[in-house]
């Protein structure tokens, strides 16, 4: 039987997160309204690295508390599959 892996986060890490994601969300119809608006493709462009640097941000949050959290956890129960799966994690991330 294969078990599902869960991350429980407490309320303001997930607070933090969602605040993020709400941020992005918003960059994101914004460069949509600019579309719409015939806005320049330099200031449509800018608009989009911004949100790309947002998001990357977001992803090296979550990955830092991946590793102090769940990490940790499953190294402290003998899970060695998790470097494994970091290892995957790391490979995504440089591409």
């Known amino acids: 039987m294969i078990l599902e892996k869960k991350t429980y986060r407490t309320d303001e890490e997930k607070k933090i997160i969602n605040n993020r994601i709400n941020r992005i969300?918003?960059?994101?119809r914004g460069v949509k309204k600019m579309i719409s608006e015939d806005?320049?493709?330099?200031?449509?462009?800018i608009q989009l690295s911004a949100i790309e640097n947002s998001v990357k941000s977001l992803s090296n949050h979550v990955l830092e508390k991946h590793l102090y959290t769940c990490v940790t956890r499953d190294l402290e129960n003998g899970d060695l599959e998790v470097i494994d799966e970091l290892i995957n994690l790391f490979k995504k991330f440089n591409n």
Request: hydrophobic share 35%; aromatic share 10%; glycine share 10%.
């Open 39 to 45: 806005a320049y493709c330099r200031d449509v462009l």
């Open 25 to 28: 969300e918003g960059q994101l």
